[in-house]
């Protein structure tokens, strides 16, 4: 095959790849650097409408109600902290699924060492921020580690904050927890129930399937 023909079929793979009639995973690997924007945590999302990297996820794809269907995903750091964003298809309820120990909203944070979120091996940490609540609809912050490498959890604890109002819940987590080291994080945004004897019941999460989780590099 002479050169042209090489040139022309790339060209064409281009083309496609622009068209978006080919999507690569490549695309959900990574989402760009994390934002900078003043986030106020009082369940209003308006503050949210200038952050460009938002990550929606289909709906009506939860084994729960509505109030555990997560819609949409996003974070920045937001002066001396990072803010998350969840949206839900039905409000946002503490707790969103009766009859449980506890029942919550919750976004794992994972740390690399490298600026992909990809090459086993260079994970070392992650911080788990949840607002949760139990059945008699107390709301309680859940566990907040983190994980040095090689070690068991800390069990070390964040600041937090959480807020929410119809379907959106702002939630935000001191950057002290993102260790000096850290390139990229990724984000594996999730609903789910704890119940004694059985355990964790999960209804929807945000978890790539090629991936693991969405990353972003830090700035
Ligand atoms: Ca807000
Ligand atoms: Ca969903």
């Excluded at 106020?40 to 503050?47: E, P, Q, R, V």
């Excluded at 819609?71 to 990072?82: D, L």
């Excluded at 039905?90 to 029942?103: E, F, K, L, R, Y």
Aim: aromatic share 12%; proline share 5%; hydrophobic share 35%.
């Amino acid at each position: 095959m002479n050169f042209k023909y090489i040139y022309i079929i790339i060209m064409m793979v281009l083309s496609l790849l622009n068209s978006g009639c080919i999507s690569w995973d490549l695309a959900s690997l990574e989402y760009g650097t994390l934002e900078t924007t003043t986030i106020t945590i009082d369940g209003d999302n308006s503050d949210w409408k200038n952050v460009r990297n938002k990550i929606t996820d289909p709906a009506n794809d939860q084994t729960g109600n509505s109030s555990t269907d997560i819609t949409k995903f996003s974070a920045v750091i937001s002066g001396t902290n990072m803010a998350l964003l969840m949206e839900t298809s039905g409000p946002i309820a503490m707790p969103h699924t009766p009859g449980q120990d506890s029942s919550g909203y919750g976004v794992s944070i994972n740390f690399f060492t490298n600026t992909d979120c990809y090459n086993s091996g260079s994970e070392f940490g992650w911080v788990s921020v949840e607002i949760r609540a139990d059945n008699l609809g107390n709301v309680l912050y859940d566990s907040q580690y983190f994980t040095p490498p090689n070690t068991t959890p800390s069990g070390l604890f964040y600041p937090t904050k959480a807020a929410y109002a119809g379907n959106v819940l702002e939630m935000e987590v001191s950057l002290t927890a993102i260790p000096s080291n850290a390139k990229s994080i990724g984000f594996w945004p999730r609903t789910d129930s704890y119940l004694a004897p059985q355990g964790a019941t999960q209804y929807d999460d945000m978890n790539n399937v090629n991936i693991g989780n969405y990353c972003f590099k830090l700035p």
